[in-house]
């Protein structure tokens, strides 16, 4: 039997979780998560992060699941990466396999790979002017954004634009949109270990990244975990996700 809900359009079932969810966090988790289902083809499964650009500041503000965030904040801490590029720029970004993938290095294909992710199709919101973002799409078979794929992620994505627009410009002049402006002056265990191994090796950034990812490649280790095991030996305690400082993780 088919479910009133499937019979709606996307733009319909927006609106129902604005109304229906109980918070904009909760909105925004609930949106990547029907993203990721609306733009799967037969077969793969899709994982889906939104990036929201403001104030030269990146962050993943609705996630369909925490590796999808993970990834998404591996182009945070390089600054650069395909969700970065589309949001900035305003165009379409596709990379069919991360294993040819050279545009932004080799640190960022691989730390992405590690994760058994392939191919990733990142395209723009329309946000007119509040801010600029990103659907990022992720799928452990390269080049599952093709063609028809493609084309159906386009449609959504300009289908449920006027939508999230909406919903940010609601929560940026909203005194109780705390979770939105948490996620943008979130820092991550990732830029901690980066801080630390800077630290411990005397070198940049980049190369602290590097080490970092060759580490998680090396140990088969998610690149999140070993940084919170980095950090959790090093301070003695559990890594907190969110910082009343701002981030310095920025957009390129």
């Given at each position: 039997?088919?479910?009133?809900?499937?019979e709606?359009?996307?733009?319909?079932?927006?609106?129902?979780?604005?109304?229906?969810?109980?918070?904009?966090?909760?909105?925004?988790?609930?949106?990547?998560?029907?993203?990721?289902?609306?733009?799967?083809?037969?077969?793969?499964?899709?994982?889906?992060?939104?990036?929201?650009?403001?104030?030269?500041?990146?962050?993943?503000?609705?996630?369909?699941?925490?590796?999808?965030?993970?990834?998404?904040?591996?182009?945070?801490?390089?600054?650069?990466?395909?969700?970065?590029?589309?949001?900035?720029?305003?165009?379409?970004?596709?990379?069919?396999?991360?294993?040819?993938?050279?545009?932004?290095?080799?640190?960022?294909?691989?730390?992405?790979?590690?994760?058994?992710?392939?191919?990733?199709?990142?395209?723009?919101?329309?946000?007119?002017?509040?801010?600029?973002?990103?659907?990022?799409?992720?799928?452990?078979?390269?080049?599952?954004?093709?063609?028809?794929?493609?084309?159906?992620?386009?449609?959504?994505?300009?289908?449920?634009?006027?939508?999230?627009?909406?919903?940010v410009?609601?929560?940026?002049?909203?005194?109780?949109?705390?979770?939105?402006r948490?996620?943008?002056?979130?820092?991550?265990?990732?830029?901690?270990?980066?801080?630390?191994?800077?630290?411990?090796?005397?070198?940049?950034?980049?190369?602290?990244?590097?080490?970092?990812?060759?580490?998680?490649?090396?140990?088969?280790?998610?690149?999140?975990?070993?940084?919170?095991?980095?950090?959790?030996?090093?301070?003695?305690?559990?890594?907190?996700?969110?910082?009343?400082?701002?981030?310095?993780?920025?957009?390129?």
């Open positions: 039997m088919t479910s009133p809900d499937s709606l359009s996307p733009v319909d079932r927006i609106q129902n979780l604005i109304l229906e969810s109980a918070d904009f966090e909760e909105f925004l988790n609930e949106l990547a998560q029907l993203s990721a289902k609306a733009t799967a083809a037969a077969g793969n499964e899709v994982l889906c992060g939104i990036t929201l650009l403001r104030d030269r500041q990146a962050a993943t503000i609705g996630w369909s699941s925490e590796e999808a965030r993970e990834v998404d904040e591996i182009q945070y801490t390089l600054a650069q990466g395909p969700c970065l590029t589309s949001a900035e720029e305003q165009k379409e970004v596709y990379v069919p396999d991360l294993l040819d993938e050279e545009r932004w290095g080799p640190d960022y294909a691989m730390a992405v790979a590690s994760h058994g992710l392939r191919s990733v199709l990142s395209l723009p919101f329309d946000l007119q002017g509040e801010a600029k973002a990103a659907l990022n799409l992720y799928s452990t078979a390269p080049d599952a954004f093709a063609d028809v794929a493609r084309e159906r992620a386009w449609d959504y994505t300009r289908e449920v634009s006027q939508a999230l627009r909406l919903a410009r609601f929560a940026l002049h909203n005194d109780n949109a705390s979770n939105l948490a996620s943008m002056k979130s820092r991550t265990a990732i830029d901690l270990a980066i801080g630390i191994v800077m630290g411990q090796n005397r070198c940049s950034q980049e190369e602290a990244f590097c080490i970092l990812s060759n580490a998680a490649s090396n140990s088969n280790t998610k690149l999140r975990t070993l940084a919170e095991n980095l950090v959790g030996k090093v301070g003695g305690v559990q890594v907190a996700t969110h910082f009343d400082e701002p981030s310095h993780s920025q957009a390129g």
